[in-house]
Each structure stands twice: as C-alpha cells, then as structure tokens.
C-alpha cells in the first residue's frame, strides 16, 4: 500500500523568507502526485500536479513554483513568502488501480 | 470541466440522529465521483467512491451516498451519527476518462458538527 510523507509537519517563517516543503511517496512507482492549499474556510485549492520526473503543471499563478527531482520526490518552493501563503498544504498521489488520489498528512504553514 | 457545490457550510446534528450532507456537481461528460473525510489538522482520508454501476454506494463508517444521474447530485447520508464524526466532508469530482492529469474538482466542504 502506498504511504505519504510530508515535512516538516509545522512551519512558521517570516513573510519575505524562502520556503521549500518536501512530499515523498513509497508503495508505488511512477504516480501522478498534487500539491494542494487549504486556507480557512476556502477547501482545497489545487496548486500544481506532476504526471512524471520533470514535469510540473500549475493551475494558479503565484509565487509558488513545484519540483519532482525523482520519481517519488515532490517539492514545493518559494523564494519570498507572503503572508496570503499560510494555510495547509497537501499532498496527494494518484491510485491508478483504485481510480483515487490518496493524501499525505499535511503540512501547515504559517507566514508571520 | 467540473464543478461541485456542497449546499451547506456547516451541520449541527445530535448524536444518534440521521445526517446528509448535500452534494451537486456540474459536467459535460461522464463523471468519476468522491467524498472524502478530513479531522482537524490530518490529510483527507476517502470515505466513499461511484465509479459506476449501483447508485448507492456503501462506504467506510457507516456512510452511504447514492449518485442521481438527473439531479447531478452525490448526497452523502448516515442514519446514526456518533461524536467522532465531527469533521469536514468534502464532495470531489472528475471525468472518467483515463490518463493525463486525473485531476479531481473539490467543493468547499461541509463541516458536520455532532452535538451529546
């Protein structure tokens, strides 16, 4: 079965400060893996996805940008925060078999 | 592309009393459809899925929801709830057709708040 990591778990930075959040997959090769953002009271904002090493698709432009330097690596970045960044992020993988996307626990960033 | 509303922000109930939580969603072609269940400060863990087939479709935790084709709309039903299962319900959807993104469209979520 496939399980999710993501860290750190909690992160406070200062608005202005570079971020870079870490999601790995194990169970499975070659997945479609999603960021997502969860600010309150707004759901679940897809943020980037990746069918495979290299490739980054966005859906909202930002200040975010994504990487998947390996196969079950995803990274999510950014080189000056703003405070309309914080919120939860998650990030999933796609269960090709089972025609779902599982979710990792989360990581949640606050920008001060 | 997709849409999905869930019609209702937020839902009291008792315990031991019945619940449904809304649902609608909006396509042009076949649809894939989820509902996915998130307690404070965790991942989302899937409840329940319609792929195809029977309408009603049994999930973890005692939750059911049937798909209404005509209505567009995926409703998420239990007949007793307990405490533990105050949590924020999200309704997901996306195109059955295979490959490329699978991406799924969320709605807004529903927080379902048991009362003692």
């Known amino acids: 079965s496939q399980t999710i990591h993501q860290w750190p778990a909690t992160l406070v930075q200062p608005v202005g400060s570079p971020l870079s959040l870490e999601c790995t997959v194990e169970g499975t090769s070659n997945p479609n893996l999603y960021w997502y953002r969860q600010a309150a009271g707004r759901g679940l904002q897809l943020l980037f996805y990746s069918v495979g090493i290299g490739q980054i698709s966005s859906e909202v432009p930002q200040n975010l940008s994504a990487s998947r330097p390996q196969d079950r690596q995803f990274i999510l970045s950014s080189k000056k925060l703003l405070l309309s960044d914080s919120g939860f992020y998650l990030c999933?993988?796609?269960?090709?078999?089972?025609?779902?996307?599982?979710f990792g626990p989360g990581t949640r960033l606050t920008v001060t | 592309a997709q849409s999905v509303t869930q019609l209702d922000s937020q839902v009291p109930v008792f315990e031991e009393a019945p619940v449904e939580l809304r649902c609608n969603y909006s396509s042009s072609v076949s649809v894939y459809l989820f509902w996915y269940v998130q307690y404070p400060n965790q991942g989302l863990q899937l409840l329940l899925k319609?792929?195809?087939?029977?309408?009603l479709v049994k999930g973890i935790n005692g939750f059911e929801a049937e798909f209404n084709k005509s209505q567009t709309s995926f409703h998420l039903r239990k007949p007793s709830v307990h405490i533990s299962d105050t949590a924020e319900y999200f309704c997901?959807?996306?195109?059955?057709?295979?490959?490329?993104?699978?991406?799924?469209?969320f709605g807004k979520g529903t927080k379902l708040t048991v009362n003692p």
């Open positions: 319609y792929l195809s087939g029977s309408t």
């Open positions: 997901a959807v996306r195109g059955s057709k295979r490959g490329g993104s699978e991406k799924l469209v």
């Open positions: 999933a993988s796609y269960r090709g078999n089972l025609y779902e996307q599982y």
